[in-house]
């Protein structure tokens, strides 16, 4: 039975950009797994299997639904043990939280201050309403001030991806030679905004670029099949 995966989309339902959504993704096709993606637009977000979690991704797997990319990937990596693995093993498990959380508090929060208005630009009305609310809320200011407080910390973040460019010059993906989830949970977030807007986050010459364009081609290149932004 093909697997269900619950896709964050805007008002154009084959550009799904969910930086989460993406992990779970890559990591579905990384185990060869045949995966329906379900576009499901912020305000459906709640409705998603009659309320089975407020997040997304959610995946149906037959009579089984799991919530957040990384509790995803460890029931795929459980339920399909046989299939190419996303960790390694336990060490690799255990490293691979490191790395979520070292991108969910250095890589994240500039990426997606960035692109805020891209994204409310991109959905539908009944979405913009309620992106724009639930965001001023979260950020206590309004969309249009986030951005503007964003603009002058690009080369700051850059910088700040220096673990990530040095580990790089040892072997080409987090990994090692070849991508895990590790490489996804950060390409996930590069995707993000990639999908949602034309900004140029990384200098192309940058050796993260250079990976980045390597988890492009990851898994038969499925997220290069979402064109970028123009």
């Known amino acids: 039975m093909t697997i269900k995966l619950y896709d964050l989309v805007g008002s154009d339902a084959s550009r799904p950009f969910s930086p989460h ?49 990384f509790d995803i990937a460890l029931y ?22 490191f790395v979520e959380r070292w991108s969910q508090m250095v890589v994240h929060p500039f990426a997606g201050a960035s692109v805020l208005l891209d994204i409310h630009d991109m959905l539908d009305p009944a979405d913009q309403e309620h992106f724009r ?3 001023e809320a979260r950020f206590g200011k309004s969309l249009e001030d986030v951005v503007a407080g964003s603009a002058s910390g690009r080369d700051a ?9 040095s580990m790089l010059t040892y072997q080409p993906f987090i990994g090692g030679q070849s991508p895990l989830f590790h490489d996804y949970i950060v390409a996930g977030a590069l995707q993000w905004v990639r999908i949602v807007s034309p900004m140029e ?24 099949r979402v064109p970028a932004a123009a």
């Open 21 to 69: 959504c993406w992990k779970v993704a890559q990591a579905l096709a990384h185990k060869g797994l045949a995966y329906e993606s379900v576009p499901t637009p912020f305000t459906a977000v709640t409705g998603v299997e009659e309320g089975f979690a407020q997040i997304v991704p959610v995946i149906r797997d037959g009579e089984k639904l799991v919530a957040d990319s």
């Open 133 to 135: 609310r639930t965001r």
């Open 157 to 165: 973040w850059r910088r700040s991806l220096e673990p990530l460019r």
């Open 76 to 97: 795929l990596e459980n339920t399909y043990p046989d299939r190419p693995t996303l960790f390694g093993g336990p060490g690799g498990e255990a490293s691979a939280r």
């Open 201 to 224: 986050l990384i200098d192309p010459a940058d050796s993260v670029a250079a990976w980045f364009e390597r988890c492009l081609d990851a898994n038969d290149g499925l997220m290069r």
